[in-house]
């Protein structure tokens, strides 16, 4: 090959890996895809718009999962709120899923944000696999390594941004744009990609300015 033609293809080479290599980011204003109804909400769950502040965003309880919008790896970053009632706000993003028996999750539970009891402080963020690796096994069996505590644990009832970051192998989530991540675990399933949704267990959570960035 001549100099010349060297000289075009290889800037098209790299262009062409860049292109590859880079990920697909959407963003998205929840209040909107509501209005559009671009949610599938199954039985027995529920989403409303929040009408009482400026977020755009959206209340849920249960699952409710973004139509068209398949998940693998990459990230998801979003914002989130629950509430300081004991055993009653669970809220986080779940992924890879099938239906809202089978999926995964990655939840928090912010009634122990501020908690002054050590075992509830390890008990703020939790990763399970369902319906295989429900997070009381993982407890019982494998006390405190898939679920952890929050580095500079916000106030229970204020929004917090998480960022989580799913590959092939691994799930990492990072608090509040925190540098160090507050829980590192491995997936605990075979599935590579599926739906994935916005998740409040008990009472209703609020979610607001959700990223996705697809690998």
Not at 137 to 158: F, T
Request: aromatic fraction near 10%; include cysteine; glycine fraction near 6%.
């Amino acid at each position: 090959m001549n100099s010349f033609l060297l000289r075009c293809i290889l800037p098209l080479m790299i262009l062409s890996s860049s292109i590859v290599g880079a990920q697909q980011t959407t963003r998205y204003n929840l209040a909107e895809l509501l209005k559009d109804n671009k949610f599938t909400v199954p039985p027995h769950q529920k989403i409303v718009p929040l009408s009482i502040d400026t977020s755009q965003g959206v209340s849920v309880t249960g699952i409710v999962w973004l139509k068209g919008v398949n998940f693998s790896t990459g990230s998801i970053d979003v914002d989130i709120r629950g509430k300081d009632v004991l055993q009653q706000s669970f809220v986080g993003i779940t992924f890879h899923g099938i239906d809202t028996v089978t999926h995964d999750e990655i939840y928090f539970r912010p009634f122990n944000f501020q908690s002054t009891d050590t075992l509830r402080r390890k008990h703020m963020l939790q990763y399970h696999s369902e319906p295989d690796y429900p997070w009381d096994r993982l407890r019982k069996e494998h006390p405190l390594v898939y679920e952890s505590g929050v580095i500079a644990a916000p106030m229970p009832n204020d929004w917090f941004h998480a960022h989580i970051v799913v590959s092939t192998d691994d799930i990492t989530v990072y608090v509040n744009h925190s540098a160090t991540a507050s829980l590192k675990v491995k997936k605990l399933n075979s599935r590579n990609d599926g739906l994935i949704g916005l998740w409040s267990s008990a009472l209703s959570g609020d979610f607001a300015n959700l990223v996705i960035s697809k690998n």
